[in-house]
C-alpha cells in the first residue's frame, strides 16, 4: 500500500527528528556504563577512602570523653564528621558526573532540542490526562508489556549472576566459622568482587542488546512512505513546475538581453541556416570580441533580422558560427584559437567602414598578419 511506511528513512528526516529530542537511547547501556564508571572510581579511589575512614576512626576514638564534647554546639560537633565525608565523597560524585555525562555525549551526541522543553498546552487538557494514565498504567499496553518483561528479565539475570557467585564459593562462606576477622573479611571481599564483577558483565550485555533493540525500534518509528520521500525531495530539490517556471523566465530574460544587445554588436557571424552569433569588440572592456548574442534556428533567425534592421553587418561563415555557438557563452570573450578567423571577418567589416574602423582593428592578437 501506499501509505505503509517501509522506506528508510533519509537523512534530512532523521535530522530533523534529531532537532526535535527524537533519539534512539538505551536506559540500560547508560546504567551499565554509570555503574562500571562507578566500580572503577570506587577502586581507583579505595586506597584515599581507607585512609579518610581510618582518620574519621581516630577522631571519633580520641573523643570519647564526655567532658570534652561540647552539647551546646551541635554543628561544631558533627562538623568533622560532614568534612570527611565530603572529603570522601565530593571527588566520587563529581567524577560519576562528569563520566555519565561524557557517556551521554557519547550515546545521543551534542544535542540541544528546544522542541522537548516547550510547554504543550493540549497535554494537560483532562482528556488526554486521561488517557496517559491509562497508556502508563495498561500493563496490556504492548510497550509496557514490553518493559515490563525486560525488568523482570534483568532482574532475574543479575539475581542469578550474584546467587551463582555466592553458590559457586559456598564452601568458603561455611569456612569462615571460627576464622580471625581479617582473613574472613578478605574472603567476603573477594566474594563481594566477584558477585559486582559478574553483575557488571551481565549489565553490559543486556545493556548493549537494548541498544541495538532501541536502535531497531527508533529506525522503525522514523521510516517514512514513497510518497512522504517524494513530497521531501520535491521540498528540498524545489517543485518541478516551478523550477520549470523560473527556468523558463530565465531563458526568456536572457533572450530579451541578448536580443537588446545585438543592435550595438560589430558583426553577426551566421550559418544561414541553423545558428547566429554576434560579437562586439573592445579594447576599453575586453583584450578581444566578446559574444553577446547568439542563437540557433528561430532565435538565430531574430538575431539576423534584429542585426539588418539596425545595420549591422552579417557574415556567412559556417564553421566559425558553428564553433562560436558551441565553444562560447554569452558575454564570454572569444578563445585564443579563433582569433585569427574572428580577426579576418572584423578586418572585412572595418575595411568597409573606411580609416576610423581600421583604427579599431589594431590590436596585435587579433592582427591576422601576425603568426
Request: hydrophobic share 45%; with cysteine.
Amino acid at each position: 500500500m501506499a501509505d505503509e511506511k517501509t522506506e528508510e528513512a533519509t537523512p534530512k528526516r532523521r535530522e530533523d527528528e534529531r532537532k526535535k529530542g527524537n533519539i534512539a537511547r538505551s536506559q540500560d547501556m547508560t546504567a551499565a556504563l554509570t555503574m562500571t564508571t562507578g566500580v572503577g572510581l570506587l577502586f581507583v579511589m579505595s586506597p584515599m577512602i581507607m585512609e579518610k575512614l581510618k582518620n574519621l576512626l581516630y577522631y571519633t576514638l580520641t573523643h570519647l570523653d564526655p567532658k570534652s564534647i561540647e552539647t551546646d554546639d551541635i554543628i561544631a560537633l558533627f562538623a568533622p564528621y560532614a568534612k570527611i565525608t565530603g572529603e570522601m565523597l565530593l571527588p566520587f560524585l563529581l567524577g560519576l558526573a562528569v563520566v555519565t555525562a561524557l557517556i551521554m555525549r557519547i550515546q545521543v551526541g551534542a544535542l540541544f532540542a528546544t522542541e522537548k522543553i516547550k510547554p504543550k498546552m493540549d497535554k494537560f487538557q483532562p482528556s488526554n490526562i486521561v488517557q496517559a494514565l491509562k497508556r502508563m498504567f495498561n500493563p496490556f499496553e504492548p510497550k509496557n508489556m514490553i518493559e515490563i518483561s525486560k525488568s523482570f528479565l534483568k532482574v532475574a539475570i543479575v539475581g542469578y549472576c550474584g546467587f551463582s557467585t555466592v553458590m559457586g564459593r559456598k564452601d568458603e562462606l561455611l569456612g569462615l566459622l571460627g576464622v580471625d576477622i581479617p582473613t574472613a573479611f578478605a574472603v567476603l571481599s573477594s566474594i563481594l568482587t566477584q558477585m559486582i564483577l559478574n553483575i557488571i558483565v551481565a549489565m553490559l550485555i543486556i545493556g548493549f542488546i537494548d541498544k541495538k533493540y532501541s536502535d531497531y525500534e527508533y529506525n522503525k518509528s522514523i521510516k517514512m512512505t514513497k510518497q512522504e520521500i517524494k513530497d521531501e525531495w520535491k521540498n528540498m530539490e524545489g517543485d518541478p513546475v516551478i523550477k520549470s517556471k523560473l527556468k523558463s523566465a530565465q531563458m526568456q530574460f536572457m533572450k530579451q538581453k541578448m536580443l537588446t544587445a545585438v543592435p550595438n554588436a560589430d558583426v553577426v557571424v551566421a550559418n544561414p541556416t541553423h545558428f547566429s552569433v554576434a560579437l562586439k569588440y573592445d579594447k576599453s572592456i575586453a583584450p578581444a570580441p566578446v559574444v553577446v548574442a547568439k542563437g540557433v534556428d528561430y532565435m538565430a533567425f531574430k538575431i539576423r533580422e534584429i542585426a539588418k534592421a539596425n545595420d549591422v553587418p552579417i557574415v556567412e561563415n559556417k564553421p566559425l558560427a558553428r564553433s562560436l555557438y558551441k565553444l562560447v557563452k554569452v558575454d564570454e570573450v572569444i578563445p585564443a584559437d579563433l582569433y585569427v578567423a574572428v580577426a579576418e571577418i572584423l578586418a572585412f567589416v572595418y575595411g568597409k567602414d573606411g580609416a576610423a574602423g581600421a583604427k579599431r582593428i589594431k590590436n596585435p592578437d587579433l592582427n591576422p598578419n601576425r603568426r
